[in-house]
């Protein structure tokens, strides 16, 4: 656990399939490398607006595959930066809600600048910019897909 006066040593990041959070996830994998840290991979869903038992066992299949999606990124990336440490987290709420809320403590939140946000984002603005502006810890942007920043080489 962290020391009551500094950050514990996770690096938080938001993960949700599109390839800015890939290319999140490749940094902050590296990132953890040279700062011996614990990846902390996010995916943050939102439960149907809809009730009844559909709804319910909609749930648990969109739990499932959101939990595929991250553990097939965390495994794509994971190859191309060995030797992080990871951990994977599912959570069951909006996804900027649930990254600040895991940040809480953490020496860096990292997210992509773009993700599938579509509808959601247009009504509650971007996740990545809610990060920005609400987190309790620094906030990495990472932009692009075909360069994605390298740690190590910086």
């Known amino acids: 656990m962290a020391a009551a006066d500094g950050p514990d040593d996770r690096i938080v990041v938001g993960v949700d399939g599109s390839p800015p959070s890939y290319a999140a996830l490749r ?3 590296g ?21 009844g038992w559909p709804a ?12 595929r999606t991250l553990a097939a990124a965390v ?10 440490r990871i951990r994977q987290t599912v ?17 860096l939140l990292v ?13 509650l ?3 990545s910019q809610h990060c920005v502006h609400l987190s309790s810890c620094p906030v990495v942007v990472v932009r692009g897909t075909s360069s994605v920043p390298d740690p190590d080489r910086e």
């Open 27 to 29: 940094w902050a994998m």
């Open 91 to 107: 959570v069951d709420q909006y996804a900027a809600r649930a990254l600040l809320a895991a940040a809480q403590g953490a020496q």
């Open 56 to 67: 319910l066992q909609l749930a648990d299949h969109l739990e499932n595959a959101f939990g």
């Open 125 to 127: 603005g971007s996740v």
């Open 31 to 51: 990132q953890a490398r040279l700062t011996d840290s614990l990846v902390e991979a996010l995916i943050g869903w939102d439960y149907p607006v809809a009730g």
């Open 75 to 84: 495994e794509r990336v994971a190859a191309d930066v060995p030797g992080a």
């Open 111 to 123: 997210v992509g600048n773009r993700g599938h946000g579509g509808f959601t984002e247009a009504l």
